[in-house]
C-alpha cells in the first residue's frame, strides 16, 4: 500500500471514531402544563382577574438554563365590575422570563410581597408582560419545584401599582 491509501484509511477510520464517540448531551427538561390565577380588587367592588396558562420547563440540574426549552406563558387579563359583569381586557399575551429580557435589573425593587420577591440578581420565575404599558410582573413560587403560588404586580400608572394576593396554580405533566 502506498502512503496515500494509507493516509486515506487513517482519515476514515479516525471519522468513523468521532461519529461513533458519544458527546455528552445538554440536560433536557421536560415541560409541564401550568394554570394559575390572581386577583386584585381595585375600586367599589370591582377586580382584575389574572389568569397565566402555558408550559413551563421542569427543573434540570443546572440552576438556570440559558434557554428554557419549553417555557411559553400567556397572560389573559379580565375585570369584572360589582354586578359580576365581565370584560376581557388583555387576552393570550405573552410573558416573557423578566432575567432574559433584562439580565442586569435589579428585580427585587419589583414591590411583590417578600415571599414572592426575587433577589436583586436572580430573578428566577420571574415574568413581565411586554404588552403592559407600565408593567406588569408574574412571580410564580417556589423557584425550585413546580409553581404552587402567584402573585401579580401591575402597575396601572407610573407611580400606581397595584399586587395581588398569592393566587394558587395546577400543574399538569403534558
Same mark, same amino acid.
Given at each position: 500500500?502506498?502512503?496515500?491509501? /494509507?493516509? &486515506? $484509511? +487513517? ?10 464517540? /458519544? ?12 394554570? &394559575? ?11 382584575? #382577574? ?6 413551563? +420547563? ?10 428554557? /426549552? ?23 399575551? +405573552? ?5 432574559? $429580557? ?7 425593587? #419589583? ?20 404588552? =403592559?404599558?407600565?408593567? $406588569?410582573?408574574?412571580? $410564580?413560587?417556589? /423557584? ?5 403560588? #402567584?402573585? #401579580?404586580?401591575?402597575?396601572? =400608572?407610573?407611580? *400606581?401599582?397595584? *399586587? =395581588?394576593?398569592?393566587?394558587? &396554580? ?5
Amino acid at each position: 500500500m502506498d502512503t496515500l491509501t /494509507i493516509r &486515506c $484509511l +487513517s482519515y476514515a477510520a479516525m471519522g468513523t471514531l468521532a461519529m461513533a464517540t /458519544i458527546l455528552p448531551m445538554a440536560a433536557q427538561a421536560t415541560p409541564y402544563s401550568v394554570t &394559575c390565577q390572581a386577583v386584585i380588587p381595585v375600586n367599589q367592588g370591582a377586580s382584575l #382577574i389574572y389568569r397565566v396558562t402555558g408550559n413551563l +420547563s421542569a427543573p434540570t440540574a443546572i440552576a438556570t438554563p440559558q434557554n428554557p /426549552i419549553g417555557t411559553t406563558l400567556l397572560l389573559s387579563v379580565q375585570r369584572r365590575d360589582r354586578h359580576g359583569s365581565i370584560q376581557t381586557v388583555l387576552s393570550a399575551s +405573552s410573558l416573557v422570563d423578566y432575567e432574559q $429580557l433584562a439580565p442586569d435589573a435589579d428585580y427585587s425593587q #419589583i414591590p411583590f410581597d417578600r415571599a414572592f420577591r426575587a433577589q436583586p440578581n436572580n430573578g428566577d420565575r420571574l415574568y413581565v408582560a411586554p404588552a =403592559s404599558i407600565h408593567g $406588569l410582573y408574574a412571580s $410564580l413560587r417556589p /423557584i425550585n419545584g413546580q409553581p404552587q403560588q #402567584i402573585q #401579580i404586580v401591575h402597575y396601572l =400608572s407610573a407611580s *400606581r401599582p397595584v *399586587r =395581588s394576593a398569592a393566587g394558587a &396554580c395546577t400543574v399538569a405533566a403534558t
